[in-house]
């Protein structure tokens, strides 16, 4: 469903950003993208949803290649992802109902469907009582949920998720990813960019963990190896002693 | 449909923001058809005096009338010559008395010769021309002289060409300048829009989609700037024609071609604005 091969992507000012990066994520599958800020984990998203090509290698999305794409099949190939970001991308002067709408009416879907998709969309997220609040009239997981809805509303094959949680309380982080989870249970495939270590730490999804644009640690791989982050035996002790101390 | 009504809930949320616009479009394009009125009553004016371009033969003493009327028939029938006309010595006379007001007296009859004045057809009044219909007209043995006024027929053609390059130059410059301002216009709808087509792009928008409503509002906005502007420069006509100089204005086809011009100017620049944007996007 997605592979990467041999991908590298180098920006002018920056350099590189992504070296040699090559994994599959299969069908229904939840992928955790972890590792520091600025390891390439937002670079491989926008790979993923073609808003950027890699300068060698090749990104197939369902079907379609990277090294092929343009305009339209971009276009086309995107009304099957669902995109959500850390910043929730909601139109302020719209309601939450006309938000996840705009999804259905800028790609021209038949004007009689759409009310009924968007009506189950929220109820998908829980926000069906929210259908007429406004973005700044709602908390910041329910923004994120409405984004979620949006992004749920043609139906797509993967969700990408960059740092969904990452503007949110620990309460609302957790609605959110159990919404995902279940968003995953229906057979919808999540790859989730995170910062959350506990969030990864707390679930068996495999985690895909990038270190200055290179896949360091993939559990699928190795699923017994202690991942790069995962803090050492004297790191442990330390923060024992640190309680104890306290 | 959906875009002509995309592009009208646009202005209808930011409307500071279009009015600003179609002003900002009728202030260019007034510029511009400030200059066009400009270069259209100096065109007039150099017409008028090209109209005044005739070639003057001097008839010999002796000349028969018979010989006269052949050579007018003849000459008349030069493809460059609108009309041939005749003056006797005593039309002469009574033309330059005319002319001389008060020094009337000193013309007496006999001074002045018989001549044959020729008109040339408008587009025929170049120096080329008008030196080859001489020429022609010089061969026949009964004409003394032929005049044309050679020299000034020559700077008044070279005026007509620097002014013809002078205004395409500015011309092609207005409108330059027009479509930039346009441009900058149709930037400040499509920032004041980006998240929005930001977000139209992530859930499959094509680029098509997302233009339309933006070159329909460039479209709407250049025919409107266009009508303004066209209400600024008749004003600024009726201003000169009431306290200056007489000009004529735009004829019909004129200020049809202008608004098109305005409508041309609106989308272009909303194309290259939105191309801009979506390409960094």
């Given at each position: 469903?997605?592979?990467?091969?041999?991908?590298?992507?180098?920006?002018?000012?920056?350099?590189?950003?992504?070296?040699?990066?090559?994994?599959?994520?299969?069908?229904?599958?939840?992928?955790?993208?972890?590792?520091?800020?600025?390891?390439?984990?937002?670079?491989?998203?926008?790979?993923?949803?073609?808003?950027?090509?890699?300068?060698?290698?090749?990104?197939?999305?369902?079907?379609?290649?990277?090294?092929?794409?343009?305009?339209?099949?971009?276009?086309?190939?995107?009304?099957?992802?669902?995109?959500?970001?850390?910043?929730?991308?909601?139109?302020?002067?719209?309601?939450?109902?006309?938000?996840?709408?705009?999804?259905?009416?800028?790609?021209?879907?038949?004007?009689?469907?759409?009310?009924?998709?968007?009506?189950?969309?929220?109820?998908?997220?829980?926000?069906?009582?929210?259908?007429?609040?406004?973005?700044?009239?709602?908390?910041?997981?329910?923004?994120?949920?409405?984004?979620?809805?949006?992004?749920?509303?043609?139906?797509?094959?993967?969700?990408?998720?960059?740092?969904?949680?990452?503007?949110?309380?620990?309460?609302?982080?957790?609605?959110?990813?159990?919404?995902?989870?279940?968003?995953?249970?229906?057979?919808?495939?999540?790859?989730?960019?995170?910062?959350?270590?506990?969030?990864?730490?707390?679930?068996?999804?495999?985690?895909?963990?990038?270190?200055?644009?290179?896949?360091?640690?993939?559990?699928?791989?190795?699923?017994?190896?202690?991942?790069?982050?995962?803090?050492?035996?004297?790191?442990?002790?330390?923060?024992?002693?640190?309680?104890?101390?306290? | 449909?959906?875009?002509?009504?995309?592009?009208?809930?646009?202005?209808?949320?930011?409307?500071?923001?279009?009015?600003?616009?179609?002003?900002?479009?009728?202030?260019?394009?007034?510029?511009?058809?400030?200059f066009g009125l400009v270069a259209i009553n100096i065109r007039?004016?150099?017409?008028?005096?090209?109209?005044?371009?005739?070639?003057?033969?001097?008839?010999?003493?002796?000349?028969?009338?018979?010989?006269?009327?052949?050579?007018?028939?003849?000459?008349?029938?030069?493809?460059?010559?609108?009309?041939?006309?005749?003056?006797?010595?005593?039309?002469?006379?009574?033309?330059?008395?005319?002319?001389?007001?008060?020094?009337?007296?000193?013309?007496?009859?006999?001074?002045?010769?018989?001549?044959?004045?020729?008109?040339?057809?408008?587009?025929?009044?170049?120096?080329?021309?008008?030196?080859?219909?001489?020429?022609?007209?010089?061969?026949?043995?009964?004409?003394?002289?032929?005049?044309?006024?050679?020299?000034?027929?020559?700077?008044?053609?070279?005026?007509?060409?620097?002014?013809?390059?002078?205004g395409?130059?500015?011309g092609?410059?207005?409108?330059?300048?027009?479509?930039?301002?346009?441009?900058?216009?149709?930037?400040?709808?499509?920032?004041?829009?980006?998240?929005?087509?930001?977000?139209?792009?992530?859930?499959?928008?094509?680029?098509?989609?997302?233009?339309?409503?933006?070159?329909?509002?460039?479209?709407?906005?250049?025919?409107?700037?266009?009508?303004?502007?066209?209400?600024?420069?008749?004003?600024?006509?009726?201003?000169?024609?009431?306290?200056?100089?007489?000009?004529?204005?735009?004829?019909?086809?004129?200020?049809?071609?202008?608004?098109?011009?305005?409508?041309?100017?609106?989308?272009?620049?909303?194309?290259?604005?939105?191309?801009?944007?979506?390409?960094?996007?």
């Amino acid at each position: 469903m997605i592979r990467l091969t041999n991908v590298a992507k180098e920006y002018p000012r920056s350099g590189t950003a992504l070296a040699e990066i090559s994994f599959q994520v299969r069908k229904g599958e939840f992928v955790f993208l972890t590792g520091p800020s600025g390891s390439g984990k937002t670079t491989i998203l926008k790979l993923l949803y073609m808003d950027d090509k890699p300068n060698l290698g090749e990104v197939w999305v369902n079907g379609v290649s990277s090294l092929t794409a343009r305009g339209g099949e971009i276009s086309r190939l995107r009304r099957r992802l669902g995109i959500v970001f850390q910043d929730f991308r909601l139109l302020e002067d719209r309601t939450a109902e006309a938000n996840v709408r705009f999804a259905l009416e800028v790609t021209g879907a038949p004007k009689a469907s759409i009310a009924a998709k968007v009506s189950r969309a929220l109820t998908q997220v829980g926000l069906a009582s929210k259908a007429t609040s406004y973005p700044r009239e709602m908390s910041g997981g329910e923004q994120q949920r409405v984004a979620i809805a949006r992004s749920l509303i043609n139906d797509p094959f993967v969700l990408i998720a960059d740092e969904p949680t990452g503007n949110l309380d620990e309460r609302a982080t957790r609605g959110v990813f159990q919404l995902l989870r279940d968003i995953n249970a229906s057979g919808t495939a999540v790859i989730m960019a995170t910062h959350d270590l506990d969030l990864v730490r707390r679930s068996n999804y495999r985690t895909i963990e990038l270190n200055h644009g290179r896949l360091v640690f993939d559990s699928a791989e190795s699923p017994l190896a202690p991942r790069p982050s995962d803090p050492t035996m004297a790191e442990v002790e330390a923060a024992a002693d640190t309680r104890e101390k306290s | 449909m959906r875009s002509v009504k995309e592009a009208l809930t646009a202005s209808r949320r930011a409307p500071l923001l279009s009015i600003l616009g179609v002003v900002t479009i009728a202030f260019s394009l007034f510029a511009f058809g400030l200059f066009g009125l400009v270069a259209i009553n100096i065109r007039k004016a150099l017409e008028q005096v090209e109209e005044r371009v005739e070639v003057r033969a001097f008839l010999g003493d002796s000349t028969e009338i018979e010989s006269v009327a052949a050579a007018m028939k003849d000459i008349g029938e030069f493809p460059e010559v609108a009309r041939v006309e005749y003056v006797s010595r005593e039309q002469a006379l009574e033309r330059a008395r005319k002319e001389m007001g008060e020094f009337a007296d000193v013309f007496e009859a006999g001074v002045l010769p018989a001549s044959i004045e020729v008109y040339l057809k408008s587009g025929m009044r170049d120096p080329t021309t008008v030196k080859s219909v001489a020429d022609r007209i010089r061969t026949y043995h009964f004409v003394d002289d032929v005049r044309y006024g050679e020299e000034w027929v020559a700077k008044l053609y070279r005026l007509r060409n620097i002014a013809t390059v002078a205004g395409l130059a500015l011309g092609i410059a207005f409108a330059a300048v027009a479509i930039i301002i346009i441009g900058a216009t149709i930037r400040m709808t499509v920032l004041a829009r980006a998240k929005e087509i930001s977000i139209m792009r992530l859930v499959g928008a094509t680029d098509m989609f997302i233009r339309l409503p933006f070159l329909i509002d460039g479209l709407v906005k250049g025919v409107m700037g266009g009508l303004l502007a066209l209400v600024f420069v008749w004003v600024a006509n009726r201003v000169v024609n009431e306290y200056f100089i007489q000009t004529i204005f735009f004829n019909r086809e004129m200020i049809f071609l202008g608004i098109l011009g305005g409508a041309f100017m609106g989308v272009l620049g909303s194309l290259v604005s939105v191309g801009r944007h979506l390409r960094r996007v």
